[in-house]
């Protein structure tokens, strides 16, 4: 089954009702969301990590920042904070580059790994995802031909 995008559910999101469904209810139904020191924190370390216009390659790598991705198969879509990009015979074809290269992406939380798994199912999420077809039209990233 293929969703709609207006169906999608947000990565994000499915973290957030995994974590806890009330907190989910009160940031994506309500839309009511208060800052405290922790998040503020995790704001300006993030700073870096949503700025889409920092693009690197470090010898076979080639690391992104803020990459829209999706899935209409599992109906989601989001962003991932850092995407590594690793040469690999293996791998996809990458707009600009040459070789093949295997996305690894990188889920970067502060502090020590929850019981639970949120986080985990979050990023278990990214790794079932496609680079956004926004994104290849706006041609800033080296997303799969």
Same mark, same amino acid.
Request: aromatic share 8%; with cysteine; hydrophobic share 30%.
């Given at each position: 089954?293929?969703?709609? !995008?207006?169906? %999608?559910?947000?990565?994000? @999101?499915?973290?957030?009702? +995994?974590?806890? *469904? =009330?907190?989910?209810?009160?940031?994506?139904?309500?839309?009511?969301? !208060?800052?405290?020191?922790?998040?503020?924190?995790?704001?300006?370390?993030?700073?870096?990590?949503?700025? !889409?216009?920092?693009? !690197?390659? =470090?010898?076979?790598?080639?690391?992104?920042?803020?990459? #829209?991705?999706?899935?209409?198969?599992? @109906?989601?879509? @989001? %962003?991932?904070?850092?995407?590594?990009? /690793?040469?690999?015979?293996?791998?996809?074809?990458?707009?600009?580059?040459?070789?093949?290269?295997? #996305?690894? *992406?990188?889920?970067?939380?502060?502090?020590?790994?929850?019981?639970?798994?949120?986080? =985990?199912?979050? /990023?278990?999420?990214?790794?079932?995802? +496609? #680079? +956004? #077809?926004?994104?290849?039209?706006? +041609?800033?990233?080296?997303?799969?031909?």
């Amino acid at each position: 089954m293929n969703y709609n !995008e207006d169906q %999608y559910l947000n990565l994000a @999101g499915i973290q957030h009702f +995994s974590f806890c *469904p =009330r907190q989910w209810a009160l940031i994506h139904v309500e839309q009511l969301w !208060e800052d405290n020191s922790l998040t503020i924190l995790g704001q300006i370390v993030h700073e870096k990590a949503h700025d !889409e216009t920092q693009l !690197e390659k =470090r010898g076979k790598v080639i690391i992104t920042r803020n990459l #829209p991705v999706y899935s209409k198969i599992l @109906g989601i879509n @989001g %962003y991932c904070d850092v995407v590594e990009f /690793h040469q690999d015979e293996d791998g996809v074809p990458l707009i600009h580059f040459d070789g093949k290269y295997k #996305p690894i *992406p990188v889920e970067d939380k502060k502090g020590h790994s929850k019981t639970i798994d949120a986080d =985990r199912l979050q /990023h278990c999420c990214l790794l079932y995802t +496609s #680079p +956004s #077809p926004r994104d290849r039209q706006k +041609s800033r990233m080296p997303s799969s031909a």
